[in-house]
Nanobody
Framework: QVALVESGGGLVQAGGSLRLSCAAS????????MGWYRQAPGNQREFVAS???????NYADSVKGRFTISRDNAKNTVSLQMNSLKPEDTAVYYC????????WGQGTQVTVSS
């Protein structure tokens, strides 16, 4: 049974930082591509960042240079370090695992105030 559990969301002022974490279970984490997506109210879910099993990373243009994705295979976790946060980063952030099929976490709220 696959479970992805996000944590670390909260309220932060513009220019501040947050670190999101996702703990995975019931999945062959070491061979999965892991990612973060976000969805703001009234918007579609959009790609934020991903990291493959080999460590290759990819970022949306809107977060490049500000966000960093990383994984710890020993702990079955993936993290998203978010720096220089902007109000437009406000969204529910979802953890994603792809291993022939897409699995999703429940999401964690990130709110950036001006």
């Amino acid at each position: 049974q696959v479970a992805l559990v996000e944590s670390g969301g909260g309220l932060v002022q513009a220019g501040g930082s947050l670190r999101l974490s996702c703990a995975a279970s019931g999945i062959a984490f070491g061979i999965a591509t892991m990612g973060w997506y976000r969805q703001a109210p009234g918007n579609q879910r959009e790609f934020v960042a991903s990291v493959t099993r080999s460590g290759s990373t990819n970022y949306a243009d809107s977060v490049k240079g500000r966000f960093t994705i990383s994984r710890d295979n020993a702990k079955n976790t993936v993290s998203l370090q978010m720096n220089s946060l902007k109000p437009e980063d406000t969204a529910v952030y979802y953890c994603n695992a792809q291993i022939g099929f897409n699995y999703w976490g429940q999401g964690t709220q990130v709110t950036v105030s001006s």
